[in-house]
């Protein structure tokens, strides 16, 4: 195990880029890089949810996490996630990951069949040994895999020494400080990532180490703020900053598209970033959403305005 400190802090989500037919563009993939590394973020979080990775083929994902490392080698944290729904392509994903020079891979569990701990155990140990010298993150995200890291896969788990870190997306902040003390316990050190952007203030106050989200990318500057303040101590003024950031999430998720389907439109508004728009079957923009679009855009600049 490295120094995990690479780990710790703000980072994004990263969004899928396509060009205006739909397919994966290398350019808009840099340019979305590029983008973070202006930002000032400590890392990326690719082809994961926000990535739509799993309305991707293996060779789309491969195109991507290339063109991220391109831009972003030795000036960004890397995380790729690797996830497919068999164990055969996923072998192939960490592989190339490992490749082409990412910091850790990452994994949900197997998701439609619900299978016992040890055959997930032996998913993500397979995934794991394909890339023997890359850091390994568990995807924790229950509501949309279908299946809970326990405590029991947790343990199981911690014996896999490339192991390094959760990024805990369920909902109940009491998971956070669950596998902070357990990986701390098993390991020495241990990184949690905060997942629910809107509890990240929560989230980080229990123990977790930074935070990896899908709403980051419209407004890195603000969730970069966020986390100095609740490292200053600051704590009033984290909890309205974070009461702000969630209403730009409230109003994001209140159109008829998907929520990521805004998040490019945010971009393409407030910083002159076209990603294109979503895969289907999620949901693109109606002439109607572009409106929502546009006031989260506003809410973005004007909360930027009051806080940094």
Same mark, same amino acid.
């Given at each position: 195990?490295?120094?995990?400190?690479?780990?710790?802090?703000?980072?994004?989500?990263?969004?899928?880029?396509?060009?205006?037919?739909?397919?994966?563009?290398?350019?808009?993939?840099? +340019?979305?890089?590029?983008?973070?590394?202006?930002?000032?973020?400590?890392?990326?979080?690719?082809?994961?949810?926000?990535?739509?990775?799993?309305?991707?083929?293996?060779?789309?994902?491969?195109?991507?996490?290339?063109?991220?490392?391109?831009?972003?080698?030795?000036?960004?944290?890397?995380?790729?996630?690797?996830?497919?729904?068999?164990?055969?392509?996923?072998?192939?994903?960490?592989?190339?990951?490992?490749?082409?020079?990412?910091?850790?891979?990452?994994?949900?569990?197997?998701?439609? $069949?619900?299978?016992?701990?040890?055959?997930?155990?032996?998913?993500?140990?397979?995934?794991?040994?394909?890339?023997?010298?890359?850091?390994?993150?568990?995807?924790?995200?229950?509501?949309?895999?279908?299946?809970?890291?326990?405590?029991?896969?947790?343990?199981?788990?911690?014996?896999?020494?490339?192991?390094?870190?959760?990024?805990?997306?369920?909902?109940?902040?009491?998971?956070?400080?669950?596998?902070?003390?357990?990986?701390?316990?098993?390991?020495?050190?241990?990184?949690?990532?905060?997942?629910?952007?809107?509890?990240?203030?929560?989230?980080?106050?229990?123990?977790?180490?930074?935070?990896?989200?899908?709403?980051?990318?419209?407004?890195?500057?603000? $969730?970069?703020?966020?986390?100095? #303040?609740?490292?200053?101590?600051?704590?009033?003024?984290?909890?309205?900053?974070?009461?702000?950031?969630?209403?730009?999430?409230?109003?994001?998720?209140?159109?008829?598209?998907?929520?990521?389907?805004?998040?490019?439109?945010?971009?393409?508004?407030?910083?002159?970033?076209? #990603?294109?728009?979503?895969?289907?079957?999620?949901?693109?923009?109606?002439?109607?959403?572009?409106?929502? +679009?546009?006031?989260?855009?506003?809410?973005?600049?004007?909360?930027?305005?009051?806080?940094?």
């Amino acid at each position: 195990m490295g120094n995990l400190d690479k780990y710790k802090g703000i980072i994004p989500a990263f969004y899928a880029c396509y060009d205006e037919e739909g397919n994966v563009s290398p350019e808009r993939v840099r +340019a979305l890089t590029q983008y973070f590394i202006d930002k000032g973020v400590k890392g990326v979080y690719v082809n994961s949810s926000s990535g739509e990775c799993i309305y991707q083929g293996v060779e789309e994902r491969k195109i991507i996490i290339e063109n991220v490392m391109a831009v972003a080698k030795g000036k960004l944290t890397v995380i790729n996630h690797v996830a497919c729904n068999n164990t055969k392509d996923s072998v192939e994903l960490a592989k190339h990951s490992e490749s082409v020079g990412v910091d850790a891979i990452a994994s949900i569990p197997p998701i439609y $069949f619900r299978l016992p701990e040890y055959s997930i155990a032996a998913y993500w140990n397979a995934i794991s040994a394909a890339a023997p010298n890359t850091d390994f993150v568990i995807y924790n995200i229950p509501q949309l895999a279908g299946t809970a890291l326990t405590m029991s896969l947790f343990a199981e788990m911690m014996k896999n020494p490339r192991v390094v870190a959760v990024k805990n997306s369920s909902m109940p902040t009491q998971d956070i400080q669950m596998f902070k003390a357990a990986g701390k316990a098993a390991k020495g050190e241990f990184v949690v990532f905060n997942g629910p952007d809107e509890q990240f203030v929560a989230g980080r106050a229990i123990g977790a180490d930074g935070g990896i989200g899908g709403t980051y990318g419209v407004m890195p500057e603000l $969730f970069l703020k966020l986390n100095d #303040l609740i490292a200053a101590g600051e704590r009033e003024k984290a909890t309205e900053l974070q009461y702000d950031i969630n209403e730009i999430i409230y109003k994001m998720c209140s159109s008829h598209a998907n929520m990521y389907a805004v998040a490019k439109e945010i971009l393409r508004i407030n910083e002159n970033l076209d #990603l294109g728009g979503v895969r289907l079957p999620l949901e693109n923009l109606q002439e109607a959403d572009k409106a929502i +679009a546009r006031e989260a855009a506003d809410m973005v600049k004007a909360a930027k305005a009051k806080y940094l």
